[in-house]
């Protein structure tokens, strides 16, 4: 194992650190903390590494210093009492290297149980310069928090905003005109319905949903059946495929339990609460809270749900295809985690899509309506809006579309028209 670790090392240290494309993330370097990169699979932590790792290289640390291993790669089959060869596999081909003047890079690293402790002793003893990804959010940031004790900064990477996604396809967001705005509206359509996983945006349309779909089986089985041990295969794929098609919508654990009981499958329903719970760590579950501003109530709150990446959704149920207004409400929600807001929903006789909250401001309710030239939908959804933000006692409210108006007052609130696209673009700010 030491050797096959060696021949792992070396073979970084004698390739060239490559990278093609850059993300919008900015991780610190020199610290002092442990950062931990969180975020679903494929979504480009790896090479967000790569990227930092070049920036070290370009700053004069020289590429020998840097540690770097993915325990996705099959030839690193390591328990935790196996971690120590890591170093003394390191040492041995390195043994003038000063400890502290390393940095580690650790990818995936919650495939080794009690990988923490490790980590705890390499921070110690070894080096401050600590960097760690994972594809589950709780196993990671819970394990690495209870470890450290306040010495890690989490981070979190999703698959592409529409900004990136524009910069992998060599288009600038900046540029002006009627022909650049045209491309960049159909490209828009096209991050819609495909979303942003970074792999799948560089490939040829006929690969997609093939790439996609096979994303999801690995999410299946790596992230769920291995790492929990569940095994009814068939019911973990219904209720991932019954938290898809909820998207938007509330989820109902009940009702997806009385269904597959329907069926004739037997199961505890405790399962699906734990299954639920999983789904939510490895990100193909997004659930937001009802709004209230009581934080109890809000915490225990029936909750709606969103999902990772519209492709995605796209590629394991066939009920969004033609619904725009569920895929852009979905995109709308990831953008607003991109930017780190505090997002929930407003439900009482009307309903309203997001609420954005902060303590120290009031909230802002947002709808989003795909199109709204309809005079129904229209006034059905400032309606509504208006219904709710006088419940909540806020005088603004904002409508995010395919297509921007002015600004009106309606019933005494004013509601701002905000085109989806500059949304993205975040040409505007809510």
């Known amino acids: 194992m030491k050797l096959t670790i060696k021949n792992i090392i070396a073979d970084f240290h004698s390739s060239p650190i490559e990278i093609v494309f850059t993300r919008e993330l900015a991780l610190p370097i020199n610290s002092g903390k442990v950062i931990s990169l969180i975020g679903p699979r494929r979504s480009g932590k790896s090479f967000y590494f790569l990227h930092l790792m070049r920036e070290l290289v370009r700053s004069g640390v020289p590429q020998k210093r840097i540690l770097y291993l993915n325990f996705e790669d099959e030839r690193l089959n390591l328990k935790a009492a196996d971690l120590d060869v890591v170093l003394q596999a390191y040492l041995e081909l390195y043994p003038d290297t000063k400890w502290k003047d390393c940095y580690f890079f650790f990818d995936e690293i919650q495939n080794i149980e009690h990988w923490e402790k490790f980590a705890r002793r390499c921070y110690d003893t070894i080096t401050k310069n600590i960097y760690l990804t994972g594809s589950n959010s709780n196993l990671l940031s819970q394990e690495i928090a209870t470890a450290m004790r306040g010495r890690t900064l989490t981070y979190e990477i999703l698959p592409l905003s529409f900004l990136e996604f524009l910069h992998f396809k060599k288009v600038d967001s900046k540029k002006q005109g009627t022909a650049a705005l045209a491309k960049m509206r159909k490209l828009f359509r096209e991050y819609l319905m495909e ?44 209720f991932l495929k019954r938290i898809a098609s909820t998207t938007g919508s509330y989820l109902s654990l009940n009702k997806i339990y009385n269904e597959l009981r329907s069926l004739n499958y037997k199961l505890d329903k405790n399962f699906l609460y734990e299954l639920n719970e999983a789904a939510k760590a490895v990100y ?137 696209m500059e949304f993205c673009l975040r040409s505007v700010s809510i």
């Not at 005088?395 to 019933?411: C, F, L, R, Y």
């Open 195 to 238: 979303g942003g996983y970074p792999e799948v945006t560089l490939l040829a349309d006929s690969l997609k949903i093939q790439a996609l779909q096979e994303y999801f089986d690995v999410m299946t089985y790596r992230d769920l059946v291995e790492r929990y041990e569940f095994t009814n295969l068939t019911v973990i794929k219904y």
């Open 284 to 420: 193909l579950s997004l659930p937001i809270s009802k709004f209230d501003f009581s934080e109890l109530k809000r915490t225990n709150s029936d909750k709606k749900t969103y999902f990772i990446d519209n492709g995605l959704l796209n590629a394991i149920t066939f009920k969004y295809s033609q619904d725009f207004g569920k895929m852009l409400e979905n995109m709308v929600y990831l953008e607003f985690r991109r930017q780190k807001k505090n997002v929930f929903y407003f439900k009482d006789v009307k309903e309203c899509d997001f609420v954005l909250y902060q303590e120290d401001k009031k909230p802002l309710l947002v709808q989003v309506c795909f199109d709204l030239a309809d005079p129904d939908t229209y006034h059905r959804e400032i309606a509504s809006l208006v219904y709710c933000c006088k419940k909540i006692n806020s005088n603004v409210g904002v409508v995010i579309s395919m297509a921007s108006q002015e600004t009106k007052v309606v019933d005494g609130i004013k509601i701002k028209f905000i085109d989806a």
